[in-house]
């Protein structure tokens, strides 16, 4: 056990880790050692951030708990917090049933925890934040919250209304990131396309990207977490104008059958959906498209899913990610539908839509082969240089693959690098 030494510890999302940076900047300046999911964390003090959004990820966040109050019982750390998501929506019930925990904290109050140590803010450092990621990336996290009310989704419970940051404090922020060294931007949120709405009526999500690529030292920016229903459509004509922007978009559209949509409260249909993608792709030519799915919403029959895998092969997305439902208290699906698509069928469906998303995963990945590409290296692996497209997000797409053997490179710099090979998950090349 270090003294002095804090180990933080981020389950779940890229907005979490947001918050652990903005914590890890804190303790630092108040004179503490902070080291961030460490493999063998040693601190006297350990902080988890956790994650509450669907029943796998709350049980990863409690089995986490449960791990460092024992190690709290065997004497091996002193002191153990716990914030996020989970404690911001569970603190009563887990005060009652993990005591070992020092003191809960929510998803907006975990700054108290410097006082509960007998420290507080430091003025010149807050919204100022310690990246853990490698210094050329970093996420940039624009507002908080959902106005969105889907039927399954428990985040609003959790995260209340949507609140966006002001302009001003995200472009200071990303100044002062880019004077630490940091060239690509994530651009992240709950909503990412309500941006604005809140402070001025308007949709400001375009404006924002258009003033965040006017500043010296941004090379890429990557936008995630956007809706479908009432999408800024001058966001596009920034994405297609700007060569700092990529050519990328996360938007999550869960499903595509009608009825199945209108339970679902997503305010959106089919005809509209199909309709949204073949814009996008007409106003930028060559745009990644991620998208994330659900099977098994309930009264999801064997049409709904033939439907959903029907559409996967027509849209041809470049990234999909996809989850079974599973039942939250506190939502509408909750209390007013029976989770009744047994687990089984869940499973099997998700194995069969992701089976057909690999398999066009790697006709498009093969497409690719011959072409030469920006690419940027984020470590080296072996005997390879792992690096990224500006079609790839970090940690969730494809990678690019380089022998280190041709030749020495520099992590977070870019190389034009020809792709001779592929298969179903990542990309192989050589700089030119």
């Not at 056990?1 to 389950?11: A, E, F, H, L």
């Not at 030292?217 to 920034?238: K, N, S």
């Not at 499903?255 to 409260?265: E, N």
Request: proline letters at 3%; charged letters at 30%; glycine letters at 6%.
């Amino acid at each position: 056990m270090k003294k002095g030494q804090v180990d933080i510890i981020t389950m779940g999302c890229s907005k979490n880790l947001v918050d652990s940076e903005l914590l890890k900047r804190q303790f630092e300046a108040n004179g503490f050692v902070c080291k961030h999911d460490a493999l063998r964390p040693q601190g006297e003090i350990v902080v988890i951030n956790t994650c509450g959004f669907i029943a796998d990820a709350k049980e990863e966040s409690i089995n986490e708990i449960l791990k460092f109050a024992q190690a709290k019982d065997k004497g091996k750390i002193q002191r153990l917090y716990v914030m996020g998501c989970l404690s911001q929506r569970y603190r009563e019930e887990l005060e009652k049933n993990i005591p070992q925990v020092d003191r809960y904290f929510g998803k907006f109050d975990y700054m108290n925890l410097l006082e509960e140590l007998g420290r507080k803010e430091v003025a010149t450092c807050i919204g100022k934040r310690s990246i853990t990621t490698p210094k050329h990336y970093a996420y940039l996290k624009i507002s908080e919250g959902c106005d969105r009310r889907c039927a399954y989704c428990a985040i609003p419970v959790m995260t209340g209304r949507h609140k966006s940051r002001p302009k001003a404090e995200i472009l200071a922020e990303v100044r002062d990131l880019v004077a630490q060294g940091v060239k690509e931007f994530q651009v992240i949120a709950q909503e990412l396309t309500y941006y604005g709405v809140d402070l001025s009526g308007q949709r400001e999500l375009a404006d924002l990207i258009r003033e965040i690529a006017e500043i010296d030292g941004v090379e890429w920016i990557r936008l995630h977490y956007a809706y479908p229903t009432q999408f800024p459509m001058d966001l596009l004509d920034v994405m297609r104008e700007n060569p700092k922007v990529c050519k990328y978009l996360d938007v999550a559209l869960q499903h595509i059958a009608d009825p199945v949509l209108k339970r679902m409260h997503r305010n959106v249909t089919k005809a509209e959906t199909m309709d949204f993608i073949r814009k996008i792709r007409a106003a930028v030519p060559g745009i990644c498209l991620r998208t994330t799915l659900m099977v098994g919403f309930p009264d999801e029959t064997d049409e709904d899913f033939a439907e959903l895998l029907e559409f996967v092969r027509w849209a041809r997305f470049e990234r999909m990610g996809a989850f079974a439902y599973s039942e939250e208290e506190d939502t509408y699906s909750g209390k007013h539908y029976k989770d009744d698509v047994p687990q089984s069928v869940k499973d099997e469906r998700l194995s069969r839509l992701m089976a057909l998303q690999q398999e066009i995963s790697e006709e498009m990945q093969a497409e690719m082969v011959g072409k030469t590409i920006k690419v940027i290296i984020d470590r080296r692996e072996g005997d390879y240089y792992i690096g990224r497209s500006e079609f790839s997000s970090p940690e969730v797409d494809p990678e690019v693959l380089i022998p280190a053997s041709e030749r020495r490179l520099q992590r977070g710099r870019f190389y034009q690098v020809k792709i001779t090979d592929s298969d179903e998950f990542d990309l192989y090349g050589i700089v030119e």
